[in-house]
């Protein structure tokens, strides 16, 4: 008799998590293009600069441990995020317009992966990604509030992971209190189109907003850099932070030109805190009433003699 108890407490559990942990994705994506189209179009300005990327490794300010990798179920990577608490990923609205099946893993443990398994292996463990949460505006045609939360079904492998630091809101433009920018990522080879191996950064000048805006249609809600040409390799995957010091303000909104034809377009990430602050507190609210409902069911699972066991 206890011992189909416990076989009826197992199954009871099992069946309980499945409920709290609903393998599903959210996506409360906008159709509405009254804003236009993203319009990709020449840099008439002629303001343009060149640079080559370096290891973040080397960076006295940013730190690639709170940087991720997204890749699909093959490990091709796809995008960037950053880590903001134990099982969320900030990233780009965009980055699973196709793909469903994402996977993370932090940039310490690929990079690791890699040097102690050769330069021709790009997969390193990852956790799946099981629940998605756009922002309720998010617009697919125009690339308007491209932002996005990234529930992970469990932690990161890694031990050597922290959370980015996120700004405090300001009304005024970037370009007037954070003139030098980094971003991270790991973009592509020019010549080849092959992922970069390892994370990089580059050091990028942003640009008043309405210079931007002269070029191509970006809202209120972003921040833009300088046209830039980038040698050897082209950074830039949908998702990659933008650090102001070592706090992210922007996330990549749209794949970055590396021929300096046009400015580089960011979500501004201090545009979205509530948006940000309400999705953390939705996920540790959610671990917490499972977590009451487990113990509830299990004690009154306890308490019944089922089926005279």
């Excluded at 950053?82 to 980055?95: D, G």
Aim: proline share 4%; net charge positive; with cysteine.
């Amino acid at each position: 008799m206890n011992k189909n108890r416990v076989l009826f407490i197992k199954l009871v559990i099992s069946i309980s998590v499945i409920l709290c942990e609903n393998d599903s994705y959210e996506d409360y994506s906008s159709e509405d293009n009254s804003n236009g189209t993203y319009s990709k179009e020449n840099n008439s300005s002629g303001s343009t600069s060149t640079t080559k990327l370096f290891s973040c490794n080397s960076h006295p300010t940013v730190d690639p441990i709170y940087v991720v990798a997204l890749t699909n179920f093959w490990g091709y990577h796809m995008c960037s995020g950053t880590m903001i608490s134990r099982r969320l990923i900030l990233t780009a609205a965009n980055c699973y317009d196709k793909e469903r099946n994402i996977y993370a893993c932090d940039a310490y443990t690929r990079d690791q992966y890699i040097k102690n398994n050769g330069l021709l292996s790009f997969w390193c463990p990852t956790t799946r990604v099981y629940k998605v949460y756009n922002h309720p505006r998010f617009n697919k045609k125009t690339l308007m509030h491209n932002i996005a939360i990234m529930k992970l079904i469990g932690p990161l492998y890694s031990t050597n992971l922290l959370y980015v630091n996120l700004p405090s809101y300001h009304p005024q433009d970037i370009f007037d209190f954070c003139p030098q920018v980094t971003l991270m990522g790991w973009g592509r080879k020019k010549r080849s189109n092959q992922p970069n191996r390892k994370l990089s950064c580059i050091d990028l000048s942003t640009i008043p907003l309405q210079d931007c805006q002269n070029h191509q249609l970006v809202s209120i809600y972003s921040t833009c850099t300088k046209a830039t040409i980038v040698e050897d390799s082209c950074l830039g995957d949908l998702g990659s932070p933008l650090m102001c010091g070592d706090t992210q303000y922007g996330i990549l909104s749209h794949i970055m030109d590396c021929k300096g034809r046009w400015p580089g377009v960011y979500t501004r990430v201090d545009e979205y805190l509530n948006f940000i602050e309400d999705r953390k507190l939705r996920s540790a609210g959610s671990r917490v009433l499972c977590a009451k409902f487990l113990v509830v069911l299990v004690l009154f699972t306890c308490r019944i003699n089922f089926f005279h066991f």
